[in-house]
């Protein structure tokens, strides 16, 4: 799911949250990492951790998150200028790991009807609304991390259940 492009705030009932200023935007790694996300059309209210990579030898990967969302370190942080990654589990076949993420595939539906999707990241640093403007699905192997000029957040999981041979973003 992508969200926040040109961040924008109507009357949502989620008062006390501003424009951010994109001229006042924090450069990449300079805000505290994002904590906590909440989803309210899905119900969602999780943790967020940052995740450690893992060196495998002959190549490196990020951990799997467990039981929570997992942000990429090295991507954007809520209030900074640019993309932050957020993962989780759609479901898992392990018990530790959960499925933080079991309700994603309901927002592109609740975008079809029309009605606003919108997501809440809290950090040290302050609390960020951001909205859902666009979502896709793409195949495992064509998935790509990638980089914007301004304030967004990406969520990826694992499409279809127990298949995961898609990412949803």
């Excluded at 951790?49 to 090295?74: A, F, N």
């Excluded at 609304?129 to 896709?136: A, F, N, Q, S």
């Amino acid at each position: 799911l992508e969200i926040g492009r040109g961040i924008q705030y109507w009357a949502t009932g989620l008062e006390g949250f501003l424009p951010v200023d994109q001229l006042a935007l924090g450069e990449a790694g300079t805000l505290p990492p994002p904590t906590r996300i909440t989803i309210p059309a899905i119900e969602l209210d999780a943790a967020i951790k940052e995740l450690e990579i893992y060196d495998l030898g002959d190549s490196r990967q990020y951990e799997t998150p467990k039981m929570v969302v997992g942000h990429i370190p090295e991507s954007a942080n809520p209030g900074e200028s640019g993309n932050g990654w957020l993962f989780g589990h759609l479901q898992s076949p392990f018990k530790d790991e959960g499925a933080v993420f079991q309700d994603l595939p309901k927002i592109p539906e609740i975008m079809r009807t029309g009605e606003p999707v919108y997501i809440v990241v809290g950090s040290p640093g302050g609390t960020y609304l951001y909205e859902v403007y666009r979502t896709d699905v793409v195949p495992k192997d064509d998935f790509r991390m990638y980089e914007t000029g301004d304030a967004s957040l990406t969520l990826v999981t694992c499409v279809p259940a127990w298949t995961y041979d898609y990412r949803l973003l």
